[in-house]
């Protein structure tokens, strides 16, 4: 009888890994949820359950915190998202009879639609570039671009494009600073080391960790000489 659950448990673990945590008591049965409806994920990225996620992508080793709900989102490489992340949750019109979807969208959630025809675009795509750090507890608005490098605080609502590098809080959303000079932004965009596929060249984003200007520094000259070659 042991060696026919060990065999249950061993098969249910590879299709929910998250099974060994509550074998282990360290976790509860409802947390078991991971729906990916239409979602490109890479194989290097880590989902931690529960999540919904609908109509998204994610690059490479980007990880997502547990209780995200994402809909209609691109998510680059190397990013790291805290815990209650949301985005793409639809846009209400306020210029009508009523804020209530069954009335301007042909798909209702109480799944009563008197709309023919979907009156606006009620959802519009997000794009969050590479090597973003979005805190806990934050939403993206409909629409909205965060750039490469971003630091998005805990408690945020993204109501606007946030530019590449500049760390951003609050609600109403207020950029307060930027994490380098204008100059080093741009060498750091046009680097891309995020696009770095080998392992070995990604180790020099931990040997150069503290040393942003000897990094530039490095990588504007290689460019440049491979230019000219």
Same mark, same amino acid.
């Given at each position: 009888?042991?060696?026919?659950?060990?065999?249950? *448990?061993?098969?249910?673990?590879?299709?929910?890994?998250?099974?060994?945590?509550?074998?282990?008591?360290?976790?509860?049965?409802?947390?078991?949820?991971?729906?990916?409806?239409?979602?490109?994920?890479?194989?290097?990225?880590?989902?931690?359950?529960?999540?919904?996620?609908?109509?998204?992508?994610?690059?490479? *080793?980007?990880?997502?915190?547990?209780?995200?709900?994402?809909?209609?989102?691109?998510?680059?490489?190397?990013?790291?998202?805290?815990?209650?992340?949301?985005?793409?949750?639809?846009?209400?019109?306020?210029?009508?009879?009523?804020?209530?979807?069954?009335?301007?969208?042909?798909?209702?959630?109480?799944?009563?639609?008197?709309?023919?025809?979907?009156?606006?675009?009620?959802?519009?795509?997000?794009?969050?570039?590479?090597?973003?750090?979005?805190?806990?507890?934050?939403?993206?608005?409909?629409?909205?671009?965060?750039?490469?490098?971003?630091?998005?605080?805990?408690?945020?609502?993204?109501?606007?494009?946030?530019?590449?590098?500049?760390?951003?809080?609050?609600?109403?959303?207020?950029?307060?600073?930027?994490?380098?000079?204008?100059?080093?932004?741009?060498?750091?965009?046009?680097?891309?080391?995020?696009?770095?596929?080998?392992?070995?060249?990604?180790?020099?984003?931990?040997?150069?960790?503290?040393?942003?200007?000897?990094?530039?520094?490095?990588?504007?000259?290689?460019?440049?000489?491979?230019?000219?070659?």
């Amino acid at each position: 009888m042991k060696f026919i659950k060990a065999i249950v *448990y061993y098969f249910a673990e590879k299709f929910y890994p998250d099974l060994k945590n509550l074998r282990d008591g360290k976790t509860c049965f409802f947390t078991i949820r991971k729906n990916l409806n239409n979602t490109r994920v890479n194989n290097t990225a880590n989902i931690l359950s529960p999540s919904y996620m609908n109509e998204v992508s994610i690059g490479n *080793y980007t990880y997502l915190a547990h209780n995200s709900f994402i809909q209609f989102t691109s998510i680059g490489n190397f990013c790291s998202i805290g815990p209650n992340f949301r985005s793409g949750l639809g846009i209400h019109p306020t210029n009508g009879l009523s804020t209530h979807p069954m009335f301007y969208s042909t798909y209702s959630p109480n799944k009563i639609a008197l709309s023919k025809e979907n009156k606006i675009e009620e959802f519009k795509p997000i794009e969050i570039g590479s090597d973003v750090f979005i805190g806990a507890n934050v939403t993206v608005l409909d629409g909205v671009k965060i750039g490469n490098g971003a630091i998005i605080g805990a408690g945020a609502v993204v109501s606007k494009d946030i530019p590449p590098y500049a760390i951003a809080v609050g609600c109403p959303i207020q950029i307060i600073k930027y994490r380098y000079s204008a100059e080093q932004i741009s060498q750091l965009n046009k680097i891309k080391w995020w696009e770095w596929e080998a392992k070995e060249n990604l180790q020099e984003i931990e040997k150069f960790f503290y040393n942003v200007e000897d990094f530039i520094s490095k990588y504007t000259i290689k460019d440049n000489q491979d230019t000219h070659d």
